[in-house]
Each structure stands twice: as structure tokens, then as C-alpha cells.
């Protein structure tokens, strides 16, 4: 049996004529199409219908095993409406009283309705697809739903109408100028404005800011001691830069004549140290805590405050000594004492959790043994 389906995607039946959908039966479909008709004759989906008892009657008349029928969905949205067409077409073939095998010819009035094709195709094998549009405007539904596709699409928004939009303001942008006598600075912005946007989507930085927040928002809810530890690192890098700027006027005060390169680097890490330590020292042990708190934390986590404060006992003397302010015996001592550091940390904490892991696979085994 072959079954004609005409689909109404967005049930334009049902919403204009009251009809109960699924409609069956040649009678039912040619009520429905008449309610239709006079509801709104200029419906594209009344040409579906009427296509459809075309075919009906044409099959009829030469003795084809034949029904027609007519499936809707809604104006929800695409997905609403797949499964609603679903469920009706479910409904039409159980009512089908038939031995036969059954198949299916879609009929629709454009690309829009086709997108149910699959929905249907799933359900029962189709023969062919039959597309209604009037022969004056064969291509136009076509390409008004191609278009709207691409609007629809946030990803074709944001590429194709935002740079096209910042285009199209340059000329009337350009005339506000000239009437405030300011064409060049309206000029510049408009231009900036297209050039970060396309560095933008270049580089993908929506994407990583939207990340980013996404990131600090599950840490927020999450109560992560660590959004806290960069907020307040943020701010004692901000205070480590103008503390070490304020070392270097210092410095090139306090200077006769014209301070070398190496003096005023020495200068502004002389003066800002303390400060990226404090920092350092804020971030990781606010990610040791949470580590601790998921019950993820391992030893040799606990290196990173004791290589925080060995760089900026290294840095600190280096700095001091280029700044005159240390000898050589305290550059030297400096610099074995955070060396000493780094190293005695990273081979204790190794030690801990190799002694750990050890006693842990122990009464693993000794556990094992028991069972």
C-alpha cells in the first residue's frame, strides 16, 4: 500500500480550521482542504493537500492499493514539530488496516517541511518526495528559508552582519564627523571597531572570555578558595608594578647621569619582589586547599610555596646586588639558601609520598590477604 502524506509542519490546519490532526482518509482530507480554503485560500500548505488527493485519485483510478493522509506539527520549533509529525505519522499507520506492505510518498510545499523527511523515513520506508509551489515563485520559499537559516544561525550572525553592519555605519558615521569637524577621529573608531572584531574572531577570544567566565562561575558556586587567591594575586601584581615603577624613579633620582638597562630591570624587580612572592604564595596555597578539599591533593603539590619563596630569595639578592645594596657574601649565601630550598623541599615531599604510597599499597595487600 502506498500512503500519501501531505505534512503541514507548522499546522496551519489545525491552527486556521480547528481540524484534529491526523487526518484520514480521502473524505476527511478533502473536508480538511475545503476548511482550509475558506479559511485562508492563500495557505501554501492547501496545495499540499489538494497535490495530495490528486495523487490519491490518480492511483485510485488505476487500481493501486492506495490511502492519503495528513500529518502536522506545530509552531514550537523544528524539533517540537519533527517529533510531533512523528507521533502522527505512528498514529496514521496503526490505524492502516492492511497486509501489505507499506510505503510512504511525502508531499510539502518546500526545503522547510523536508527537514521531517528523516523523522518519517524512520518510521516507514519512502517512495518519493513530491514538493508543491506555485509556478510563479518556484525558487522563492527556497530561498527564504536558506536565508532565514543563515540568520537563525548565531554563528553566520556574528561573522557575516556584525563586520557588514560596521561597514554600512562608516558613511553616515563619516558625515556626523564632518558636520563636528571631527571626521578623522569617527574615521579611526569606526576602523578600530572592525579591527578588534576581526582579531576577535580570529583569535577566538569571545570564546575564551565565555569560558573564563563560565570557569570563575562553577569556582563561585563551587566555593573555591582559589578564585579568591587570583583576585587577590591580580591585586598584589597591580601593587608589585607600581611599587617597583616607584623604585626605578628612585633609582634614577638618586642616579648621576644615565641608568643602564640591567640597573633599572634590578630596580624594578628590587622593588616589586615581595609583592609577585606574596602573590605567588596566595595562588598555590589556594589551589593546595582545594586540592584538599576534592581529596586530590598529592605531596609534591606542596613544593610550589617553597619554590615561590626560593625565586624570590634568588631574585631579591640578584636585584639587591645590582642595586648596591647586598655584597657578594650575601648574593652568595642568598642564592644557596634558596637553592638549598627548592632542593630540600622537593626531595622531603618525595620522600612523604613515596612512604605514603608504600604504606597504602601495604594494607592494600594486607586487605586482599583478609578477604
Excluded at 83 to 94: I, M, S, W, Y
Excluded at 123 to 151: C, F, H, W
Excluded at 164 to 185: E, H, K, T
Excluded at 285 to 309: K, M
Amino acid at each position: 500500500m502506498l500512503l500519501v502524506l501531505c505534512v503541514d509542519l507548522d499546522d496551519d490546519l489545525g491552527r486556521k480550521t480547528g481540524f484534529s490532526t491526523p487526518v484520514i482518509g480521502r473524505n476527511s482530507v478533502q473536508e480538511a482542504a475545503v476548511a482550509l480554503a475558506t479559511a485562508d485560500p492563500e495557505d501554501s500548505d492547501l496545495n499540499v493537500i489538494f497535490q495530495g488527493l490528486h495523487i490519491y485519485d490518480d492511483l485510485a483510478d488505476r487500481d493501486e492499493s492506495v490511502e492519503v493522509a495528513v500529518v502536522t506539527g506545530n509552531d514550537e520549533g523544528d524539533v517540537s514539530a519533527n517529533r510531533e509529525v512523528g507521533n502522527e505519522v505512528d498514529t496514521v499507520l496503526a490505524s492502516l488496516s492492511t497486509a501489505e506492505d507499506v510505503t510512504a510518498l511525502v508531499v510539502t510545499d518546500g526545503a522547510q517541511d523536508e527537514s521531517v523527511i528523516p523523522i518519517i523515513r524512520s518510521r516507514v520506508p519512502i517512495d518519493g518526495v513530491r514538493r508543491v509551489v506555485v509556478r510563479q515563485a518556484q525558487n522563492l520559499e527556497s530561498m527564504y528559508y536558506t536565508i532565514k537559516q543563515v540568520l537563525d544561525d548565531p554563528e553566520t550572525r556574528g561573522t557575516v552582519l556584525i563586520p557588514l553592519g560596521i561597514l554600512l555605519l562608516i558613511y553616515p558615521l563619516a558625515l556626523i564627523g564632518a558636520v563636528l569637524n571631527m571626521p578623522g577621529i569617527v574615521l579611526g573608531t569606526t576602523s578600530a571597531l572592525l579591527g578588534f572584531y576581526l582579531i576577535s574572531r580570529g583569535l577566538r577570544l569571545g570564546d575564551r572570555l565565555d569560558a573564563a567566565v563560565e570557569r570563575g562561575r562553577r569556582s563561585l558556586y563551587a566555593g573555591r578558595t582559589t578564585l579568591l587567591a587570583y583576585i587577590v594575586a591580580a591585586a598584589l601584581f597591580v601593587l608589585g608594578g607600581v611599587s617597583g615603577f616607584d623604585t626605578l624613579e628612585e633609582v634614577q633620582q638618586s642616579t648621576a647621569g644615565d641608568v643602564g638597562v640591567p640597573v633599572m630591570l634590578a630596580a624594578l624587580v628590587y622593588g616589586s619582589i615581595h609583592w609577585f612572592a606574596a602573590a605567588g604564595l596566595t595562588t598555590s596555597l589556594g589551589q593546595i586547599t582545594d586540592e584538599y578539599i576534592a581529596n586530590s591533593l598529592e605531596w609534591r603539590y606542596l613544593n610550589a610555596p617553597f619554590y615561590v619563596l626560593s625565586i624570590a630569595v634568588v631574585l631579591h639578592a640578584v636585584s639587591a646586588f645590582f642595586l648596591d645594596e647586598v655584597g657578594i657574601t650575601y648574593l652568595a649565601a642568598a642564592l644557596t639558601a634558596g637553592t638549598l630550598l627548592g632542593i630540600v623541599s622537593t626531595l622531603t615531599f618525595a620522600v612523604v609520598e613515596s612512604r605514603f604510597s608504600d604504606t597504602e599499597r601495604e594494607d592494600g595487600s594486607r586487605g586482599a590477604e583478609r578477604v
